[in-house]
């Protein structure tokens, strides 16, 4: 009878227990519920007991101050797909990279190269606390971090492939190109008029450009590469290739009309007004853009 009453008392708190763990969402921890993952090296994480590494405050159950209880919590690494990988993604608070887990248990992922935020359900990644025992990482020895696995596709499109091996190549092919124009008009006498050195400005202008594109195409991942600063550059020398252009077609033009075809004489002193004009131009097209650019408020 007595046993009767008990089963009577238990049963309504076993379903309220087990309803409440079925409204529960999912998510995956790498490692057991008293386990950690340990790093004893670059690329080498077990997982560990609490007990065993002796960290004291370190808790199993918790991550990025959430409680993994409130979650109905799966073990292990996740299985990834063909095209896909296991990526490691750590999260330190010097760190410029953002991981959360949200309440429906999906797991955020962004950083300063994937801008846009990337979400993984329970079955792409798992989440645990991993304590650092080596000296070879950005984090210090002895630190504790939040890490999860994530099955991440790395494979290229179309499109990445231009980007990053296709774009890269040709404006390497292009500055080869305009260096070696250069190099032949400063080396050639009969090249050195003042033609000539219109087209060594234009060189000097379009091999800086593409190489400021080279910047933005590898550099902007730097946080000590400016975007306003290498727009600048760019600019001024597009700005300063075009005037030159601009300057050699006048001074084709006046060549063809005149009579004589001795002209040589006059080009130091056509050279310095081309050279004033290019640089006069240049400074009053930047400093307009400028101005521009910090005054006029975006409405957007």
């Known amino acids: 009878m007595k046993q009767k009453i008990v089963f ?25 519920i008293t386990e950690v993952l340990l ?20 808790n199993p159950k918790r991550w990025r101050g959430l409680e993994l209880k409130n979650y109905a919590i799966n073990h292990g690494i996740p299985v990834c797909e063909n095209r896909e990988h296991l990526i490691p993604l ?4 010097r760190d410029q990279n953002t991981l959360d887990l949200m309440e429906n248990g999906t797991l955020e992922y962004s950083s300063e190269i994937r801008k846009n935020p990337v979400y993984f359900s ?19 020895e002895g630190d504790i971090s939040e890490f999860a696995y994530a099955c991440i596709d790395v494979s290229r499109s179309i499109s990445d492939i231009v980007n ?9 092919i292009s500055m080869g190109c305009l260096t070696l124009t250069f190099l032949l008009y400063c080396l050639l006498p009969q090249l050195r008029d003042l033609t000539g050195r219109f087209i060594l400005a234009i060189c000097a202008f379009l091999t800086a450009s593409y190489a400021i594109r080279l910047v933005d195409a590898f550099g902007l991942h730097d946080p000590n590469v400016d975007r306003l600063a290498t ?10 290739a075009w005037l030159s252009l601009n300057c050699m077609g006048h001074h084709v033009w006046k060549v063809i009309m005149a009579d004589s075809v001795f002209t040589r004489v006059t080009d130091g002193r056509r050279c310095c007004y081309y050279s ?3 640089i006069v131009f240049t400074t009053v097209i930047l400093c307009t853009a400028l101005t521009v650019h910090y005054t006029v408020v975006d409405t957007d």
């Open 164 to 172: 990053i091996w296709v774009f890269p190549i040709g404006i390497g």
């Open 231 to 240: 727009e600048f550059v760019k600019h001024c020398c597009v700005v300063g």
């Open 122 to 140: 329970y079955v792409k990644y798992c989440v645990d606390s991993i304590v650092i025992s080596h000296n070879f990482s950005h984090i210090d």
């Open 276 to 278: 004033l004009y290019v």
């Open 39 to 58: 790093e004893d090296g670059p690329g080498r994480r077990n997982c560990t007991s609490v007990e065993k590494i002796g960290i004291r405050g370190l």
């Open 90 to 93: 750590y999260y330190h608070v």
């Open 8 to 32: 009577l008392l238990i049963l309504p708190l076993a379903r309220t227990f087990i309803s409440a763990q079925k409204n529960k969402y999912d998510i995956r921890k790498c490692c057991g």
